[in-house]
């Protein structure tokens, strides 16, 4: 470990036993107070998973074709989406962190990034229908050309894209924001172009953010159900996703139900573990 690693964490650790030894009974309470919810959190998980290892993942249920074709889709088009959130919203997230575009866009473009965290996926679905479905505006056109969106497998990526890519882009326009201007400006004025200084000097400083929203974001698009439910539909073999799967065996099969419902919770769990480890340790790995 550096250095400076190891006196910022000394100073961590210094200036949380310092806060106990003067707030002692009052972190204590804290702590009491804070039990009931850490519970919630827990319970429900550590229940899933101790049920999926009691099923055993129900190997045989997972081998059924139309369990095979969902995680296949699923990968397919989650990996889909995460690609083009990060080539699309790697320039977008430059131009918002670095202040590019007059105020009051940039505030616009960030409410409209920020819009589908706090918006149900459903309402994202149906909005998505109404531009690229059959009578949409956009996708009347489209489906008139012979290019048909609503209900197929596109359908299914523009779906998880809409609903995950602000988790990339929010993160990058935070790892971008936190760069010292100096460095940049340094390498300008050292004779820098502007693409030497973005793939030598930007990216490379912001890749801890850049990396962790990528991972969020397939996690997010993994995950996505109800925006694909109205957008794409639940057709076997060609917009069912894990999620609807999983949705469906609470009513054929629950073994196989709680089987899903299980991987993608510890996919969950690595990614989020994975996320943390990055952030810790990105540095070492470029």
């Given at each position: 470990?550096?250095?400076?690693?190891?006196?910022?964490?000394?100073?961590?650790?210094?200036?949380?036993?310092?806060?106990?030894?003067?707030?002692?009974?009052?972190?204590?309470?804290?702590?009491?107070?804070?039990?009931?919810?850490?519970l919630f959190l827990a319970l429900p998980v550590a229940t899933l998973l101790s049920q999926s290892l009691v099923l055993d993942f129900q190997l045989t249920g997972l081998a059924a074709d139309q369990v095979r074709q969902a995680l296949l889709l699923s990968l397919q088009t989650s990996v889909a989406a995460t690609l083009?959130?990060?080539?699309?919203?790697?320039?977008?997230?430059?131009?918002?962190?670095k202040g590019l575009l007059p105020t009051?866009?940039?505030?616009?473009?960030?409410?409209?990034?920020?819009?589908p965290l706090i918006l149900p996926?459903?309402?994202?679905?149906?909005?998505?229908?109404?531009?690229?479905?059959?009578?949409?505006?956009?996708?009347?056109?489209?489906?008139?050309?012979?290019?048909?969106?609503?209900?197929?497998?596109?359908?299914?990526?523009?779906?998880?894209l809409f609903v995950a890519s602000p988790f990339f882009i929010r993160s990058a326009v935070v790892g971008l924001e936190n760069i010292d201007l100096e460095i940049e400006n340094?390498?300008?004025?050292?004779?820098?172009?502007?693409?030497?200084?973005?793939?030598?000097?930007?990216l490379p400083l912001a890749c801890n953010a850049l990396v962790t929203g990528g991972i969020m974001t397939w996690a997010r698009a993994l995950g996505e159900f109800g925006a694909t439910l109205i957008f794409a539909g639940n057709f076997p073999g060609r917009t069912q996703t894990m999620p609807m799967v999983i949705y469906l065996g609470f009513d054929i099969d629950m073994a196989v139900s709680l089987s899903l419902a299980g991987i993608l919770l510890l996919v969950a769990l690595v990614v989020l573990t994975l996320a943390r480890w990055v952030q810790r340790h990105w540095r070492r790995i470029i």
């Amino acid at each position: 470990m550096p250095p400076s690693s190891r006196s910022q964490s000394g100073r961590r650790v210094q200036t949380a036993s310092t806060w106990m030894y003067g707030y002692g009974r009052q972190g204590m309470l804290l702590g009491l107070w804070s039990v009931p919810i850490v519970l919630f959190l827990a319970l429900p998980v550590a229940t899933l998973l101790s049920q999926s290892l009691v099923l055993d993942f129900q190997l045989t249920g997972l081998a059924a074709d139309q369990v095979r074709q969902a995680l296949l889709l699923s990968l397919q088009t989650s990996v889909a989406a995460t690609l083009l959130t990060v080539g699309l919203g790697t320039p977008l997230a430059f131009l918002l962190a670095k202040g590019l575009l007059p105020t009051w866009i940039t505030r616009g473009v960030i409410v409209l990034v920020e819009l589908p965290l706090i918006l149900p996926p459903v309402v994202a679905g149906v909005a998505l229908l109404l531009v690229f479905g059959r009578v949409g505006w956009l996708g009347q056109w489209l489906y008139a050309a012979g290019m048909p969106v609503a209900f197929t497998p596109t359908a299914v990526i523009l779906a998880q894209l809409f609903v995950a890519s602000p988790f990339f882009i929010r993160s990058a326009v935070v790892g971008l924001e936190n760069i010292d201007l100096e460095i940049e400006n340094a390498s300008a004025l050292d004779g820098a172009s502007f693409g030497q200084m973005l793939r030598h000097i930007t990216l490379p400083l912001a890749c801890n953010a850049l990396v962790t929203g990528g991972i969020m974001t397939w996690a997010r698009a993994l995950g996505e159900f109800g925006a694909t439910l109205i957008f794409a539909g639940n057709f076997p073999g060609r917009t069912q996703t894990m999620p609807m799967v999983i949705y469906l065996g609470f009513d054929i099969d629950m073994a196989v139900s709680l089987s899903l419902a299980g991987i993608l919770l510890l996919v969950a769990l690595v990614v989020l573990t994975l996320a943390r480890w990055v952030q810790r340790h990105w540095r070492r790995i470029i």
